[in-house]
């Protein structure tokens, strides 16, 4: 009993002198209304998880701003001339976060077999990680030497690169895997700037500066800047919001209708009375919204929307821009290119996609024997009640052309079932990328993509199609995979098996007096180079 007394007299007094010993300035606030379950990189699924995996762990490469591929524990690497072989050459500089399971507590050195360990982890059977995926095409890896890996491919693969700076590819202590078990997600010891320093689940995540951690600016001086990070769990966006506004929440990810009136002019602009007190930094998020079409017979496709000409009139019947402007106060981009979003390194402004053009949808809708709706039946168009806003306007925009909607409105898990299973005729749908290449969002079209077995869930099938993918899949020149890339989008127009309606932005509300926060397409949270003021 003396003990447990003494544990929590102890908690006590090292919390009470944490918060007294940080440099005012020097923490950073922010909430998650998700909840966090697991600060295990392997586990890192959830925009919540990932930001907080993204300041405890690192790997052996890491994105810039403009999402290029750079090193960060690896200093260099050399791909093979068959492109099967990776080698990484690892820095001498880098140390795990101090913990007991390390003799006398101190971090120990990173080395090239922890990345080994860390990535036959990933795709164990036994973990079950989310990220299996990721080492899918890993035949080997190994480590000659503490500052040389290896990794031999299965096959080549031109986003290997690009999916080796997710957080999932961390670099992780043993130690602390086998000491701590299935209890490592609720004690990780990483790489990353900062380390643990508190957590209570639901209520409170606390972060402390890792002296140790490698990276510096450029000047010279260490990072991170700051001495802590706090992270709290409010659920609720409108209570979320008021802390901010009391100046108790540093940062706001995005912004909430209920207070979209509050933060925001009807143009997307920041509201005067916030000037001086409030930045709002923005930039193009690689999440792309669109509507989605169930091709091929089946017991659950609609006839009509066989019709090439149909879907192209109903992407050429729907004003974007106004229904940016009134439902998403100009918080996105008209999506009037392809599938690929802006702010991927592939995107381009040449591409000729739908834009609004009521004219040529009326006379889309007469060549495919619909003229005015005439003969056409109600087509119903599936989405989750968080879209509806959506759905509704694209219902009252088609009416206009004799297009009838019928909106099914699904919960989720609902909606999340069906849609696998190839039940939903017409639906509203997003895909953000995981990884800033655009064969995220190309392999969706893929034949052997068809869902339930891929993300291909408007069964688009394509012999052309599938042959420039693999084209594409084999190039390893960047600006010649480009060019096969934007082949294929054109093909996903061509053919309208979707219709994009719009690319997001990223949004942030930040507080006067903080640097080091502008935002990237990947909408990854880094705060090593923050400075709070």
Request: aromatic fraction near 14%.
């Given at each position: 009993m003396k003990n447990i007394f003494f544990a929590i007299f102890l908690l006590l007094f090292i919390t009470s002198c944490t918060q007294r010993e940080l440099p005012q300035g020097m923490v950073f606030r922010y909430n998650e209304s998700k909840d966090i379950t697991s600060l295990d990189p392997a586990f890192a699924s959830s925009q919540s998880s990932i930001n907080a995996c993204t300041q405890l762990f690192c790997g052996l490469l890491q994105l810039d701003e403009k999402l290029n591929v750079n090193t960060c524990i690896s200093n260099s690497y050399n791909i093979s001339q068959d492109k099967l072989f990776y080698t990484f050459s690892l820095r001498s500089d880098v140390f795990f976060h101090n913990h007991f399971v390390f003799p006398n507590g101190e971090g120990r050195r990173v080395v090239a077999?922890?990345?080994?360990?860390?990535?036959?982890?990933?795709?164990?059977?036994?973990?079950?990680?989310?990220?299996?995926?990721?080492?899918?095409?890993?035949?080997?890896?190994?480590?000659?030497?503490?500052?040389?890996?290896?990794?031999?491919?299965?096959?080549?693969?031109?986003?290997?690169?690009?999916?080796?700076?997710?957080?999932?590819?961390?670099?992780?202590?043993?130690?602390?895997?086998?000491?701590?078990?299935?209890?490592?997600?609720?004690?990780?010891?990483?790489?990353?700037?900062?380390?643990?320093?508190?957590?209570?689940?639901?209520?409170?995540?606390?972060?402390?500066?890792?002296?140790?951690?490698?990276?510096?600016?450029?000047?010279?001086?260490?990072?991170?800047?700051?001495?802590?990070?706090?992270?709290?769990?409010?659920?609720?966006?409108?209570?979320?919001?008021?802390?901010?506004?009391?100046?108790?929440?540093?940062?706001?990810?995005?912004?909430?209708?209920?207070?979209?009136?509050?933060?925001?002019?009807?143009?997307?602009?920041?509201?005067?009375?916030?000037?001086?007190?409030?930045?709002?930094?923005?930039?193009?998020?690689?999440?792309?919204?669109?509507?989605?079409?169930?091709?091929?017979?089946?017991?659950?496709?609609?006839?009509?929307?066989?019709?090439?000409?149909?879907?192209?009139?109903?992407?050429?019947?729907?004003?974007?821009?106004?229904?940016?402007?009134?439902?998403?106060?100009?918080?996105?981009?008209?999506?009037?290119?392809?599938?690929?979003?802006?702010?991927?390194?592939?995107?381009?402004?040449?591409?000729?996609?739908?834009?609004?053009n009521p004219q040529k949808a009326a006379q889309l809708l007469a060549e495919a024997g619909f003229a005015k709706g005439k003969n056409l039946p109600e087509i119903t168009l599936s989405t989750t009640d968080d879209y509806l806003d959506i759905c509704e306007f694209m219902q009252h925009e088609l009416a206009n052309l004799g297009i009838k909607i019928s909106i099914n409105v699904l919960s989720g898990a609902a909606y999340r079932q069906q849609l696998s299973e190839g039940k939903l005729a017409m639906f509203r749908a997003s895909w953000i990328a995981d990884y800033p290449d655009a064969e995220s969002y190309l392999s969706l079209l893929q034949s052997k993509n068809f869902s339930p077995n891929g993300p291909n869930y408007t069964h688009f099938s394509s012999k052309i199609y599938d042959q420039i993918y693999e084209r594409a899949m084999n190039e390893a020149d960047e600006q010649k995979r480009f060019s096969y890339y934007r082949e294929l989008d054109s093909l996903c127009l061509a053919n309208a098996p979707i219709i994009p309606l719009f690319y997001d932005k990223v949004t942030r509300f930040v507080r006067a007096g903080i640097t080091g926060m502008e935002p990237n397409a990947m909408n990854t949270l880094t705060l090593k180079k923050v400075k709070s003021l």
């Open positions: 077999s922890d990345f080994v360990y860390s990535f036959y982890r990933l795709r164990s059977p036994q973990l079950a990680s989310p990220a299996v995926w990721v080492m899918s095409p890993m035949d080997t890896c190994f480590a000659p030497n503490d500052s040389t890996l290896v990794i031999r491919l299965k096959y080549r693969t031109p986003v290997f690169l690009s999916t080796l700076t997710m957080p999932y590819c961390s670099v992780v202590a043993r130690e602390a895997v086998e000491f701590f078990g299935k209890d490592f997600g609720k004690n990780p010891v990483g790489a990353g700037p900062f380390y643990l320093k508190q957590w209570r689940q639901g209520e409170k995540l606390v972060l402390r500066r890792h002296k140790k951690y490698f990276e510096r600016d450029e000047n010279g001086a260490p990072l991170p800047y700051l001495e802590s990070v706090v992270t709290t769990f409010i659920p609720d966006k409108q209570s979320e919001f008021l802390e901010f506004a009391k100046g108790k929440v540093d940062y706001l990810s995005g912004v909430h209708p209920a207070s979209r009136d509050e933060l925001l002019t009807r143009s997307g602009a920041l509201n005067p009375k916030y000037s001086g007190r409030v930045q709002l930094l923005q930039a193009p998020y690689l999440n792309t919204e669109y509507i989605g079409f169930l091709l091929g017979e089946s017991d659950f496709s609609s006839s009509a929307l066989q019709n090439e000409k149909l879907r192209k009139a109903i992407a050429h019947g729907v004003d974007k821009k106004k229904m940016i402007r009134f439902l998403r106060s100009n918080l996105a981009t008209p999506a009037e290119q392809g599938f690929v979003p802006q702010g991927m390194p592939s995107f381009s402004e040449q591409l000729n996609g739908f834009s609004y």
